[in-house]
């Protein structure tokens, strides 16, 4: 009897463990990515091939990386409208240095200290001056994408140098081909996952996103972390302004023309909400593969880049729709 006894918490605990994995909110975007994968696999005759697959997790750095940056910010009830034209500004600047004579670390390690600049001054006019996030980087999108401009003459240039372009080089891992951009950034989302799940950092952007008043009437610097925040934003994308001279060594001011949406789909798509304080890191790069699996099986189907851009205007509705209806749900 005592035998018997004793099994039943562990079939409970079982159970109980397989419920709360399908509660997750991982556990929805993973389903949504299972749906792509088997959808484009029966319409087109390549997705599954090793090559694509790999090309799929290529394509994912860009936007991968600025999920993170993006991922921070909406974890605080922020948002950042300014993603891809700081990731551009920072891959013109490197660009332009090199060009000019400058060592590639150092052009490097200058472009990271002005994308992270621009982030810190997004912080500082949403932490100190208490304007709405949404406003201020709009309005940065505007100073840097006319800054960027201004630094290129409006033309785009080759940025020779060896490392700018490392992280598009190749490696082979168990068999397959990949780059250093795509290790590097599972490096990031492994660092950042931990920075929010096990530190007080962490839960202290957690508290914030659920409610900034009672995180400052706890004792949280809510000011100080909004503006580490948005800081450590700035310097991700940066880093991916290095991914993206690895995947095309060209500087152009028009590039990443649709970085904005795909990050905040990412994002949202992942179950992070708008509404700050719920989410994930895990469930960002999900959303991220989602997003570059669905452009990348619709090209392979021949579908024009503009009703791409229009599926995922869609997708981004629709997850952010749905996570309004699970707020209120809770209510």
Do not use: C, K
Request: aromatic fraction near 8%; avoid cysteine; glycine fraction near 12%.
């Amino acid at each position: 009897m005592e035998s018997r006894g004793a099994l039943r918490p562990n079939r409970g605990f079982g159970l109980r463990s397989v419920l709360r994995a399908f509660t997750t909110p991982t556990f929805g975007p993973l389903v949504v990515l299972l749906g792509f994968g088997l959808f484009f696999s029966i319409a087109t005759s390549t997705f599954l091939a090793t090559g694509n697959l790999s090309i799929v997790l290529q394509q994912s750095v860009i936007v991968g990386t600025l999920a993170i940056g993006q991922t921070i910010i909406i974890l605080t009830a922020g948002i950042d409208l300014a993603v891809g034209g700081i990731a551009v500004m920072g891959t013109i600047v490197a660009g332009s240095l090199v060009n000019d004579g400058y060592q590639g670390l150092s052009a490097l390690l200058i472009a990271f200290a002005i994308t992270t600049g621009v982030g810190t001054t997004a912080g500082l006019l949403v932490s100190r001056m208490r304007l709405p996030p949404f406003i201020v980087t709009l309005g940065l999108l505007g100073i840097v994408t006319a800054a960027t401009r201004l630094i290129s003459r409006g033309g785009a240039f080759p940025v020779d140098n060896e490392l700018m372009s490392w992280t598009g080089n190749s490696i082979r891992l168990a068999g397959a081909s990949t780059t250093y951009g795509v290790l590097l950034m599972f490096a990031l989302y492994a660092l950042v996952w931990v920075m929010l799940t096990q530190t007080a950092w962490g839960r202290h952007v957690y508290a914030i996103g659920n409610n900034a008043e009672a995180a400052r009437l706890v004792g949280i610097p809510v000011q100080n972390t909004l503006l580490s925040v948005y800081a450590f934003a700035g310097l991700l994308y940066g880093i991916g302004a290095w991914f993206a001279l690895g995947r095309i060594p060209n500087a152009d001011p028009n590039a990443l023309q649709t970085a904005n949406l795909d990050s905040i789909t990412a994002v949202v798509i992942g179950g992070t909400s708008l509404f700050g304080g719920r989410g994930n890191l895990i469930g960002a790069l999900v959303g991220t593969i989602i997003v570059t699996v669905l452009r990348n099986g619709l090209t392979l189907m021949g579908i024009d880049p503009l009703w791409q851009d229009l599926v995922t205007g869609v997708l981004v509705i629709a997850a952010v729709a749905l996570d309004q209806f699970s707020r209120e749900r809770l209510r």
